[in-house]
T-cell receptor, first 115, second 113 residues
Framework: DTGVSQNPRHKITKRGQNVTFRCDPI?????LYWYRQTLGQGPEFLTY????????KSRLLSDRFSAERPKGSFSTLEIQRTEQGDSAMYLC?????????????FGPGTRLTVT | AQSVSQHNHHVILSEAASLELGCNYS??????LFWYVQYPGQHLQLLLK??????LVKGIKGFEAEFIKSKFSFNLRKPSVQWSDTAEYFC???????????FGTGTRLQVFP
């Protein structure tokens, strides 16, 4: 399968713990996006990268959230000191360059449950 | 701030019925518009997109959408739905100077045989 992959698919953690998710984009795609989706809502933009540079970060993203894409390939999203409100599906997408001109391909998501 | 409104939260149809899902966005500049679909147990996939040119765009599986700039709308249509169209449908927009997608809340479509 050459699509976007995400690991783990499910994560259950206790409040206050740190969690890290990984996203592997489609190999030739240089843009990578993170979104969060809660029940009954559409995906909400969190941040995105062009190669290893983080180009935009949502103002909704608290300081507990950090994302990296160190070599311009895979990306990690870390949530520190998780809260119950962080429970959601975390989606990763990738695309080719060009401002909005190319389709974003989504991965299956990582479902986070904070107990 | 940009936003997207999807007026139909849950639509129930019988097979062969016609479908129209509403989508309105708020942004005064040039936009790109998308419809994504999420079938049960699967990830989001692109149904169709509008960047420029003919405002009537055709997508996969017989879907089409019409961009009406004056109404800030991008409604999705299909003349005859099938049971396999049961899914959640999301409208999304991005402004010309940014790549992030702004999604609507989605419409859950159930098609009964």
């Amino acid at each position: 399968d050459t699509g976007v992959s995400q690991n783990p698919r499910h994560k259950i953690t206790k409040r206050g713990q740190n969690v890290t998710f990984r996203c592997d984009p489609i190999s030739e795609h240089n843009r990578l996006y993170w979104y969060r989706q809660t029940l009954g809502q559409g995906p909400e933009f969190l941040t995105y990268f062009q190669n290893e540079a983080q180009l935009e970060k949502s103002r909704l993203l608290s300081d507990r959230f950090s994302a990296e894409r160190p070599k311009g390939s895979f990306s990690t999203l870390e949530i520190q000191r998780t809260e119950q409100g962080d429970s959601a599906m975390y989606l990763c997408a990738s695309s080719l360059d060009a401002s909005g001109g190319y389709e974003q391909y989504f991965g299956p998501g990582t479902r986070l449950t904070v107990t | 701030a940009q936003s997207v409104s999807q007026h139909n939260h849950h639509v129930i149809l019988s097979e062969a019925a016609s479908l129209e899902l509403g989508c309105n966005y708020s942004y005064g500049g040039t936009v790109n518009l998308f419809w994504y679909v999420q079938y049960p147990g699967q990830h989001l996939q692109l149904l169709l997109k509008y960047f420029s040119g003919d405002p009537l765009v055709k997508g996969i599986k017989g879907f089409e959408a019409e961009f009406i700039k004056s109404k800030f709308s991008f409604n999705l249509r299909k003349p005859s739905v099938q049971w396999s169209d049961t899914a959640e449908y999301f409208c999304a927009v991005n402004a010309y100077n940014t790549d992030k997608l702004i999604f609507g809340t989605g419409t859950r479509l159930q098609v009964f045989p």
